[in-house]
């Protein structure tokens, strides 16, 4: 005979409404409704910590309120595909992006030709006033006044920018091979080096002031002149430009770094200088590439450059285009060579392992191969391209 057990169901009596409850479905009272099972983790949270966590989150709210834009934006995405509102299609595939109103933005209109002209006078005006300055702007960091001896913050700004440069050149070989590159600013000597000259740039450290003058400005070490862009400034900070590419400069050669000194050689001097210290410094392979073009057209070139990074500043884009005075270019005209710079480049052209001399006046024209020496012989007369390049 099987006896009956504690979870068995009794009958039920007359005159009772309800059975009595078994106690294995007896619940407990006062639990939360997680604690509730066998296998809840951990015990419930108190009062306290309850309490505690609704002004939490009250005050989360408080600091961190929804947008409205976050609300509607959760409300198309509830909506149903196909709705004209919902962002997705019927079949359930995005719909396009809406075009936003700056798309619809006409962009800003180059400057004519007098409002390029004011603004030419303005640059002059503003770059002699602030170079008149006490101190003068671009050499307000310098503690001689001369642009050879910088403030410790400023020689820290220029250690960091040296580091970068060297840094971007890590894979250079040390094969103590050096380039000089002569040539009035606009010539296209980077053009002509790579895609005429058949030089190889990434394996050169390539030297030249006037990328600094952009490593100053993008880091904002540019003095603010009120209507100037940040490049047009940088006319002033030649000194301080030219001191960071000397600096690169003697730290490749002091490993032996193939190098390129993209300079104008505009001076016999100057020029005579890089060379004694390139052999100093153990380089006995030192070619030149003399890129010539007539004062004219650099007067040109240098107008369209500043021109076109001018507009493209006003629509918003980039730091402005560089300013060259066009006194600064017009004083290296020479009667005899048509420039000081290709007068100094046929002065010190034997001294160079191997040179040649391109000419690149024509716009729209490649350049053109005038003459070369090399180790073995002197070549001259003009040498055509079949290809055109931009310069």
Avoid at 263 to 287: F, H, K
Avoid at 357 to 386: C, F
Wanted: proline content about 8%; some cysteine.
């Amino acid at each position: 005979m099987e006896l009956p057990t504690a979870d068995t169901e009794r009958p039920r009596q007359s005159g009772e409404l309800h059975p009595p409850r078994s106690s294995a479905t007896t619940e407990p009272v006062n639990r939360p409704p997680d604690a509730r099972t066998t296998d809840a983790a951990g015990p419930p949270p108190s009062i306290r910590e309850r309490e505690r966590q609704r002004w939490v989150e009250r005050l989360e709210k408080k600091e961190n309120p929804p947008t409205i834009r976050a609300e509607l934006k959760e409300k198309l995405e509830h909506l149903e595909p196909g709705h004209p509102s919902s962002p997705w299609e019927e079949d359930g595939t995005p719909k396009p992006p809406v075009p936003r109103l700056s798309d619809h933005e006409r962009p800003v209109p180059p400057l004519s030709d007098a409002d390029y002209k004011t603004h030419v006078d303005d640059v002059v005006r503003r770059l002699g006033d602030a170079a008149a300055a006490k101190p003068p702007v671009g050499l307000e960091h310098s503690i001689d006044g001369k642009g050879q001896v910088w403030t410790t913050e400023r020689n820290k700004a220029h250690s960091e920018i040296v580091s970068q440069a060297y840094h971007d050149a890590k894979d250079v070989p040390c094969e103590y091979r050096a380039i000089i590159a002569g040539g009035l600013g606009g010539a296209g000597k980077t053009t002509v080096l790579r895609n005429f000259a058949g030089i190889d740039l990434s394996q050169y450290v390539t030297v030249n002031p006037d990328d600094f003058k952009m490593a100053l400005a993008e880091r904002d070490l540019i003095a603010r002149v009120p209507d100037l862009s940040p490049m047009e400034t940088t006319t002033l900070y030649h000194e301080e430009s030219s001191d960071i590419a000397r600096r690169l400069g003697m730290r490749a050669m002091a490993e032996g770094k193939n190098i390129i000194w993209d300079i104008t050689m505009s001076s016999v001097d100057s020029t005579s200088r890089r060379l004694q210290e390139l052999r100093d410094a153990g380089y006995e392979q030192i070619e030149a590439v003399f890129v010539d073009i007539p004062v004219e057209t650099s007067l040109a070139r240098a107008e369209a450059r500043h021109r076109r990074g001018h507009d493209e500043y006003l629509a918003g884009n980039g730091l402005g285009g560089r300013y060259v005075p066009p006194d600064l270019i017009k004083s290296k005209a020479d009667e005899s060579f048509g420039t000081m710079n290709r007068r100094t480049f046929e002065q010190l052209k034997d001294q160079f392992t191997s040179w040649a001399i391109y000419d690149n006046s024509v716009d729209g024209r490649s350049p053109m191969l005038m003459a070369q020496k090399t180790a073995a012989e002197e070549i001259s007369g003009p040498v055509d391209y079949a290809r055109e390049d931009e310069v």
